[in-house]
């Protein structure tokens, strides 16, 4: 893969896969518009990392499509690189094109995570974030896998049952009584195994009866007025149609990956943002300040990191390593330190403890930074995003 | 199962603790339930306990229990989802899914709405029986699900996005460590009091299993005010599994202590009333320890001296498991109508050391009373005995 030099290409072309290499960059004639305007636009930032910010920022305040364009644009390589190692590492059905796609859809989750304010490396935070929801969508896959339709039915949330169903093009009306229909068959089907739950078989007839007149007590109270009765036969139907919907959902459409954005997106983007928005958001020199202040405070970070680290015992900082520089599974580190892969998790969760406790008095006392919930919560993403950096080996940009 | 175990838990990210589900967790619910999907329900909610508990309370130097005494959950699980637990001040209800997505946090609407079941912290548990783990999922507080939440009607229930939740549960511990000051409760409506009458008709309404759903079949407020009474939603449990009433006296005397208050603590003393002290004649027929501030006392059931056959008065006594030791100052011991209303002479006080406490009552039969002790007593719940 060719990496992209030019400020204007790297947040305004998307990756385009042939069968399942990188074959080359493709533009965005609207994002390339937009960047170059800004970059016109006077004497403004000139490194990547300054024009992340800047995008976040927008992102953050307007939830601007743009803004998310431009940023799903400059996190293309991050997550080509991350879902290629995935797919290396793996060893999953799953395409690295499919991985890709996987991870890219979800930028949205990975900004809101994102809390630029102790830190300014959208980039290897990116990294790690993209690292999971690859990992976390391949665990909800297989899982989905094993289970039989019956199952399934009771490992989907009700969230993800009204969903699936909305985008079968559902109607609202119609949906309702799915769920309602739903309801009465987990309440009333629920099988006798306590191990054995993905293999849940078809209910028995009468089972089928049972949950009709149940549904059917309960839409003259839950449903609008007016909603028919439903047969067991009925009912089964639905049943079915909700556990192929909620499947099929687990799985995300492929996207055409020659169109990263779709023509009505981005015919509905405009090249700037609307409104005042970006005078008030941003003056370059405003920005400026707050990339160099962040780049002092992220030094200070790491060093406070490095030397809490250094003082964790050698186990203890394996762990670590072998986590966060993504190389090797749960399980493997569990091998090669001969413990069981609960204590791996409940290891790691108790030394990202200790870690978020050391920085956060460190925050109080140093850069007295009122220290809340809400700022203790973004600190622990921090410590994720600086520890993947930490540990990352130059197996990505080598590549 | 190690197979399934295998192929799945390695992919899992950490920032989200993974625990194991302990062998012992995956025995059948101890008791009965209306409906098959009641009875996972309480499976759950048992497994995620025996597999949440023993960590917490590993892992945290303050102080973990059980907010309820385990014989209660069943009287819960057979209408609501979730576990309530204290770390140290702090109250979590855990919410166990099995939603393999994991999109939202669903929370009865009964774990926020009811003022004595509110807690500070809503925990998304996702649990996978099969590949034998837990995985917490993130938390909110009670002030953001009820600010930030979207109720379901259709559900009564406040629902959450997991995007919406503090993935990282270090960052509870680390905030209560370091004092960070944060109320996590938002306000909740006082419930309106039920009438005894009432509350009958209700348990009666409520208590066919053929009802499947009973939260939803009356208002909230009032399903609310039955259900915080714990008396009453064990009785409510009771009916639902067509058991006979569990809390007659009169019943425990002819044939035996019920098995549900044999689980509270109930029995019938067979030799101690020959080692009565002179002092006491009176006959004990049933009675249960308490743990008053950390020390043992018993609280006996008998007739009073002055009953009659004509006029039965019944006395519950009240005295430290060690007849060597005193009652403290400041104890009290009280009796209450059903609807745990005072009434004339309920209330026997420690004003200087006794060696026992007592309130005669006369009760009529089939009229309901029910005990309380000033400080609480640990795990301390209202318990409708009938008379």
Known sequence: MQSRQQLVDIFSTFVQFEADDFKRWIADARLRRSMGKCLQDGDRGTSDSFWALYWHKAWAEQRHPLATAHITAYLQEVCYWVARKMSLNLNMRQSRADLFQTAIAQTDTVLKRFNPQLSSNLKSYAEFAFGNIIKDTLRKNQEADICTDWALLHKASQKRLVDALTNTGMEESLLATYVLAWKCYKELYSGTEVRNTRKLVKPEPATWQAIARLYNTERLSQLPAGSATASPELLEQWMVTAAKAIRAFLYPNPVSIDQPLNSEDSASLGDRLPGAGEDSLLTELLIQEETDQRQTQMQQVSDVLSSAIAQLDGDTQYLLASYYSENLTQQQIAQALNIQQYTVSRRLSSTRKALLKHLAQWSQTTLHIPMTPAVLSSMSTIIDEWLSAHYRTTESSSG | ?387
């Open chain 2, 1 to 387: 199962m190690m197979s399934h175990n295998a192929a799945s838990s390695h992919l899992l990210s950490l920032e989200q603790v993974l625990l194991e589900i302990p062998e012992s967790a995956y025995a059948q619910p101890s008791h009965p339930y209306s409906t098959s999907g009641a009875t996972r329900r309480a499976y759950l909610n048992q497994m995620t306990l025996d597999t949440i508990l023993p960590w917490l309370r590993a892992e945290q130097d303050q102080p973990v229990h059980l907010a309820r005494q385990s014989a209660t959950w069943p009287s819960i699980w057979e209408f609501v989802n979730g576990t309530v637990l204290t770390v140290g001040d702090r109250r979590l209800v855990l919410v166990p899914s099995e939603a393999i997505d994991g999109d939202e946090l669903r929370v009865a609407q009964e774990w926020v709405d009811i003022p004595a079941w509110v807690a500070d912290y809503y925990v998304a548990v996702y649990v996978n029986p099969d590949a034998g783990y837990v995985q917490i999922q993130g938390y909110t507080t009670h002030h953001h699900l009820k600010q930030q939440g979207t109720y379901d009607a259709g559900d009564r229930a406040y629902t959450l996005d997991t995007a919406d939740l503090t993935p990282d549960l270090n960052v509870l511990w680390v905030a209560q460590e370091l004092g960070l000051a944060e109320n996590p409760r938002a306000t909740v409506a006082p419930l309106p009091t039920l009438a005894i009458a009432q509350a009958h008709n209700l348990i009666e309404r409520l208590g066919t299993p053929d009802l499947v759903f009973p939260r939803q079949a009356i208002p909230f407020a009032q399903w609310a005010a039955l259900l915080t009474h714990d008396g009453w939603r064990k009785r409510l449990y009771e009916q639902r599994q067509g058991m006979v009433e569990q809390w007659s006296l009169p019943q425990w005397l002819r044939a035996g202590i019920s098995g549900m208050a044999a689980e509270f603590g109930w029995v019938k003393p067979q030799l101690q009333l020959a080692t009565g002290l002179g002092t006491r004649s009176t006959e004990v027929l049933v009675c249960r320890t308490l743990e008053i501030q950390g020390q043992p006392y018993t609280l006996k059931i008998g007739p009073s001296p002055d009953s009659t056959s004509a006029t039965p008065i019944w006395r519950f006594e009240l005295a430290p498991v060690d007849p060597a030791q005193m009652m403290p100052v400041g104890l009290k011991l009280r009796l209450l109508t059903e609807d745990l209303q005072g009434f004339e002479h309920n209330e026997d006080a420690a004003i200087a050391p006794v060696a026992s406490l007592y309130v005669d009552v006369v009760a009529a039969p089939g009229e309901g009373i029910v005990w309380a002790v000033e400080p609480t007593p640990a795990g301390y719940e209202p318990e409708v005995l009938r008379f």
